[in-house]
């Protein structure tokens, strides 16, 4: 989760840089097989069980200097529009009720698979799909299920029952953001199906285009394997953030390109430190008098933003931005040795410091 919440706030920070205006919705779903599955071992209530984990979740970006969302809108607060998008998707053939739960129809979308770039029939002939007599094709997939005992349940046309996963994601960014979003993001391991069945069932819908751009971060590794729980081998923010500042962190991820897979060991870690206490000598206070204007320095601060800017712009490259700002520290350091200070060299830390923000560093 670290790594999705750095990418997206940077994201978000050079757009506001840039001047647009940006609303920033992250959605919870806060119902689902595991939450409910936990809740019950532990004799809890799934709603409850999600909040902590979503006030948990909330304190770990903050530690990490991530700007919070405009809203934060969790499923089980969307129920009537998730129960009357499943009921638009029933009316224009999309979907279908079997016993109890609602499946969408894969195949009525003609375009299912072009976010991904799989092809229906080839899904088809090489699916491990356990047969289940109540869909029309192996698939289609649940937008709405029938409650079991021991699971929440809410009322709909169908049944006492609750969300499948993929449509609490769409009915919430209707809700939040309307039929059509500029940019959806998440980890490269969601485009399918998670990405590919929310297009088809939002557009199914709406008939607008869902998202008109997409944007996917790598996964965080360790010793070459996803970092996951079920792995176990997991470093959690907190034990990270307990060792190494939040700048520490936020240099890990920004240090390479957002799509491809991030290492994380201490050797890397190391580094980055490293590179931070390169960055903060740029910040060290003059120690001359020469208060002239220095043509150099000048010069070097237009080239920052300049590099800097034209990385970011280039599919938001902050390996690139970066190195802008190491060769701004170096003009700077070089200035701070030759005895500049005062106007000139007060401008060029402050354009450092300006630089960083929007890469969520404090410095």
């Excluded at 919440?5 to 205006?21: N, P, Q, S």
């Excluded at 530690?63 to 969790?74: E, W």
């Excluded at 998008?85 to 109890?100: N, P, V």
């Excluded at 289940?132 to 169908?158: I, M, Q, V």
Aim: charged fraction near 30%; charge should be negative.
């Amino acid at each position: 989760h670290a790594m999705s919440a750095i990418v997206f706030d940077t994201i978000r920070r050079y757009l506001e840089y840039r001047g647009y205006t940006v609303r920033h919705v992250q959605n919870f779903t806060d119902v689902d097989d595991k939450i409910i599955n936990r809740a019950n071992a532990e004799g809890r209530d799934p709603t409850e069980l999600a909040e902590h984990y979503i006030d948990e979740f909330l304190k770990h970006v903050a530690d990490m200097n991530v700007l919070p969302a405009i809203s934060y809108p969790r499923a089980t607060r969307t129920m009537e529009q998730i129960v009357e998008l499943i009921g638009t998707l029933i009316d224009r053939g999309s979907a279908y009720e079997a016993d109890g739960d609602v499946y969408f129809r894969v195949r009525s979308d003609n375009d299912y698979g072009k976010l991904s770039g799989r092809k229906v029939d080839d899904m088809r002939s090489g699916a491990r799909i356990a047969a289940d007599e109540r869909k029309e094709d192996p698939l289609d997939f649940a937008l709405w299920k029938a409650a079991k005992p021991g699971e929440p349940a809410w009322p709909s046309p169908w049944s006492e029952g609750r969300p499948g996963w993929h449509i609490e994601c769409s009915a919430m960014s209707f809700k939040e953001l309307g039929t059509q979003i500029d940019i959806h993001g998440g980890g490269n391991d969601l485009v399918f199906p998670h990405h590919e069945n929310e297009i088809a069932q939002s557009e199914s819908a709406s008939g607008d285009q869902f998202a008109r751009y997409w944007i996917h971060n790598g996964m965080l590794q360790l010793r070459g394997e996803k970092m996951s729980k079920s792995l176990g081998n997991l470093v959690t923010i907190e034990d990270f953030l307990a060792d190494h500042s939040s700048d520490v962190l936020r240099l890990l991820v920004l240090s390479s390109s957002y799509r491809a897979p991030l290492t994380y060991d201490e050797d890397v870690v190391a580094d980055i430190e490293r590179k931070l206490a390169r960055l903060r000598s740029g910040l060290r206070p003059a120690v001359g008098t020469r208060t002239e204007h220095d043509a150099t320095l000048e010069q070097a601060v237009r080239d920052a933003q300049a590099g800097f800017e034209s990385a970011m712009d280039d599919d938001f490259n902050t390996a690139g931005a970066l190195g802008a700002l190491f060769d701004l520290v170096r003009a700077i350091n070089t200035a701070r040795d030759a005895g500049l200070a005062g106007p000139p060299f007060e401008a060029a830390q402050a354009k450092l410091r300006e630089l960083t923000s929007i890469l969520g560093l404090t410095l």
